[in-house]
């Protein structure tokens, strides 16, 4: 069971925006910034958000992510069939001490 | 630019131990956290534990102390053995350097390519 609860699956047309939730709770992220990443089928996971909201170098603007109190957000602008991965938020865990990760949510560009 | 990357066997029998390595280039492992953490077929990330270069460590506690966690600086590399593995532990493996902190949460970045591991006799 994750400790960051995000939803199985979304989907989205090419051009759509869409955006995926991350929820956790006081522990996680209400005392703690969020973390994004990208994972495209048969390879690692990639850094897209750090720090709620800050893109590294050489990801598209396209992403951005938002975070208030418990939950945080992920949004994908001028989807484009190359965003067809898999996102996973993460965040710190004060109580566990450790990393916490969502479960990871299924993009699907129709 | 720092690149990671894990070896050690695909195939553990039951009961065994699984061991991986990751070798890290391009920069000093003797900063930052660096993380293991897995993905088992089908399913999310599990973080199983990360290491500072002085050899502190913190563990998923739902592994109930079966992960062990070591550095060698000298080698640029970080170890992770887990014991008494089942099916259940079948999964890729990853490397990645930070993950560790409250408040502002070090990202994972970058991740070794990751390493496959079957748990099967």
């Known amino acids: 069971q994750s400790l960051l609860t995000q939803a199985p699956s979304t989907s989205g047309t090419a051009g759509q925006t869409v955006t995926i939730s991350c929820s956790g709770g006081r522990f996680t992220i209400g005392s703690n910034t969020v973390n994004w990443y990208q994972k495209l089928p048969g390879t690692a996971p990639k850094l897209l958000i750090f720090?709620?909201?800050q893109r590294p170098s050489g990801v598209p603007d396209r992403f951005s992510g938002s975070k208030s109190g418990t939950s945080a957000s992920l949004a994908i602008s001028g989807l484009q069939s190359e965003d067809e991965a898999d996102y996973y938020c993460a965040s710190w865990n004060d109580d566990l001490n450790g990393v916490a990760f969502g479960g990871g949510t299924k993009l699907t560009v129709l | 630019q720092v690149q990671l990357q894990e070896s050690g066997p695909g195939l553990v029998k039951p009961s065994e131990t699984l061991s991986l390595n990751c070798t890290v280039s391009?920069?000093?492992?003797?900063?930052?956290?660096w993380t293991w953490i897995r993905q088992p077929p089908g399913k999310g990330l599990e973080w199983l534990g990360s290491?500072?270069?002085?050899?502190?460590?913190i563990h998923n506690p739902s592994l109930k102390s079966r992960v062990t966690i070591s550095v060698d600086t000298s080698k640029s590399q970080f170890f992770m053995k887990l014991s008494s593995v089942t099916a259940a532990d079948t999964a890729v493996y990853y490397c990645?350097?930070?993950?560790?902190?409250?408040?502002?949460?070090?990202?994972?970045?970058?991740w070794g390519q990751g390493s496959l591991v079957t748990v099967a006799s």
């Open positions: 290491i500072f270069h002085n050899g502190y460590t």
């Open positions: 720090n709620n909201n």
């Open positions: 391009g920069d000093s492992i003797s900063r930052d956290y």
């Open positions: 990645a350097r930070g993950g560790v902190g409250s408040g502002d949460y070090s990202p994972l970045d970058p």
